[in-house]
């Protein structure tokens, strides 16, 4: 899967778009870029990925061994980020890590049956908001 990105340089105030590879097959939903050099990205099939040297490569890394469609990733810097998945119940969660991916913690498991996560946002490590769709309206 291509990953495209598009770099706003403030000076000239042209964007710039550059097309990266990003390794894998499944179809990527979230991005969240923390500078010139590190950006997460997410997506179907557990798919999480972080680059650190501005996306000439993409390390997959493992969150859980559950397949699940990860829609939203907020990174709040190159160690510290959180991703979402979404699906009914208990399928909508949001895992949190704090070591660059190479662990995660789960934050949120949604235990309301009719309860669906849309998406997420942090401003800082410890503080963000989540919202999905109503329920029973």
């Known amino acids: 899967m291509?990953?495209?990105c598009?770099?706003?340089?403030?000076l000239t105030l042209v964007p710039h778009w550059t097309v990266q590879t990003s390794g894998v097959t499944q179809r990527l939903r979230g991005v969240s870029a923390v500078s010139e050099r590190v950006a997460w990205a997410s997506g179907a099939g557990s798919t999480v990925l972080r680059t650190t040297d501005g996306g000439q490569r993409w390390q997959k890394l493992n969150v859980t061994t559950e397949?699940?469609?990860f829609r939203d990733i907020d990174a709040v810097d190159a160690q510290i980020a959180y991703v979402m998945s979404i699906g009914n119940g208990p399928d909508s969660r949001i895992y949190k890590t704090t070591d660059a991916g190479n662990t995660w913690n789960l934050q949120f498991r949604n235990d309301d049956p009719k309860a669906f996560l849309d998406a997420m946002s942090f401003w800082d490590a410890n503080h963000g908001i989540a919202f999905g769709d109503s329920v029973d309206k």
Not at 6 to 10: D, G, Q, Y
């Open 67 to 69: 397949t699940l469609d």
């Open 2 to 4: 291509k990953i495209i």
């Open 6 to 10: 598009l770099c706003i340089f403030f």
